[in-house]
């Protein structure tokens, strides 16, 4: 791995993630897993502070907040909120609220197919969540997909 990558990992800025399915000793062998940014803050500036900076310092504040920041800050809570559901089920696990305690929570992606909770326990149960930010409600089509992106996981 580069040197500033693996600094970056060390200073808790950038992850490396694979498929929560995916063992560890089988992911040096596998091209899934993805970097990504893991500190919010960083993710916050380099998607909304750092491309339009130049324009911030010439005073331009207001419409980057209104016509970048606020248009897209949406899309940013969302992987945020993804985040605490994934925290949710842990506790819930832990305090038995769910049917299973899990041993590893995570997400799952292949071919262009994701679930964005997956978790599951020792005796290889599983239960599989999609996290939704938006202001309506989540109706039976998305469940109705959720059922089968778990089916084709085991596929995959």
């Known amino acids: 791995m580069p040197f500033y990558i ?19 000793k089988e992911q040096g062998k596998t091209r899934s897993g993805i970097y990504k940014i893991d500190n919010s803050y960083f993710k916050f500036y380099y998607a ?20 970048v920041i ?18 949710k089920v842990r506790a819930y696990g832990k305090d038995r609220l769910i049917p299973i305690r899990p041993v590893k929570i995570g997400r799952w992606w292949n071919k262009g197919e ?7 326990d020792s005796k290889d149960n599983y239960v599989f969540g999609e996290c939704k930010w938006r202001n309506e409600k989540t109706g039976m089509k998305v469940l109705d997909q959720l059922r089968v992106k778990s089916l084709n996981r085991y596929e995959g």
Request: negative net charge; charged residues 30%; hydrophobic residues 45%.
């Open 70 to 87: 606020l248009e897209r800050l949406s899309m940013f809570v969302a992987g945020e909120f993804e985040k605490i559901a994934i925290d």
């Open 48 to 67: 909304y502070v750092y491309p339009y900076m130049s324009e911030l310092l010439e005073g331009s504040t207001d419409i980057i907040l209104e016509d």
């Open 114 to 120: 994701k679930i964005d909770i997956v978790a599951f």
């Open 6 to 24: 693996n600094n970056l990992i060390d200073l808790g800025i950038v992850k490396k993630e694979y498929p929560i399915t995916i063992k560890i």
